[in-house]
């Protein structure tokens, strides 16, 4: 089974603190997604990724970026947190197949973030 | 760009009755409708996928149906079970294409009663 383990469970910051939410994949997938998940609003995608040190855009990336260094891990980086950024982060990964979106996503668990 | 539309947003049904969740899309080109469950404090996972060259798939006590024409698609759960209850995505995305989305739909939290 694939396995895409987050980091933390919760983390609790301030801010304007710089937040690292870290991802990492264990099935040598190419690509990688962030998501936060909001109620009411679903699953909105924030970044992915469908190579090493290759990054896209998703749907609201303002107020985040991402790093891909290595194949298995993702990192999701809040340069300066704000409340606005408190949901919860989801991490996904997904192999080759029929095209990045065409393909099932492996999520982790979360990561419950609070901005205080 | 794509959207998928989900209801209910929530749906309570007695153990052992059916229950139903359907999806519209927006986009006629999309070819690819997977389903999610949410298990509280679990990230989401895949139960059951469907491609646009079939209108039915059916696994265990669960089916996905896909109307191309209308542009919709259900799920349906038959037999329900309290492991059932939990928090349902669809989601929609076009063919092959690097900067092609998936679209998820903002979900229906089953709650199976006993």
């Known amino acids: 089974d694939v396995k895409v383990t987050q980091s933390s469970r919760y983390l609790v910051k301030r801010t304007g603190e710089k937040v690292f939410l870290e991802c990492v994949q264990d099935m040598d997938h190419e690509n990688m997604f962030w998501y936060r998940q909001d109620p009411g609003l679903g699953l909105r995608l924030i970044y992915f990724?469908?190579?090493?040190?290759?990054?896209e855009k998703g749907d609201i990336p303002e107020g985040y970026s991402v790093s891909r260094e290595k194949k298995e891990r993702f990192s999701l980086i809040l340069e300066s947190a704000s409340t606005n950024q408190t949901s919860m982060y989801l991490c996904a990964s997904s192999g080759p197949g029929q095209g990045i979106a065409n393909s099932p996503l492996h999520f982790g668990n979360g990561t419950r973030l609070t901005v205080t | 760009g794509e959207n998928v539309e989900q209801h209910p947003s929530t749906l309570s049904v007695q153990e052992g009755d059916s229950a139903v969740i359907k999806c519209t899309y927006s986009d006629s080109a999309s070819n690819y409708f997977p389903w999610y469950k949410q298990e509280l404090g679990k990230g989401p996972q895949l139960i059951i996928d469907?491609?646009?060259?079939?209108g039915e798939k059916k696994d265990q006590r669960i089916a996905v149906t896909l109307n191309k024409t209308a542009k919709h698609f259900s799920l349906h759960i038959t037999e329900t079970q309290p492991e059932d209850s939990a928090v349902y995505f669809c989601?929609?995305?076009?063919?092959?294409?690097?900067?092609?989305?998936?679209?998820f739909g903002k979900g229906t939290r089953l709650h199976i009663l006993p």
């Open positions: 469907i491609r646009s060259n079939v």
């Open positions: 989601a929609a995305s076009s063919p092959m294409n690097r900067d092609d989305k998936i679209i």
């Open positions: 990724s469908y190579d090493v040190k290759m990054k």
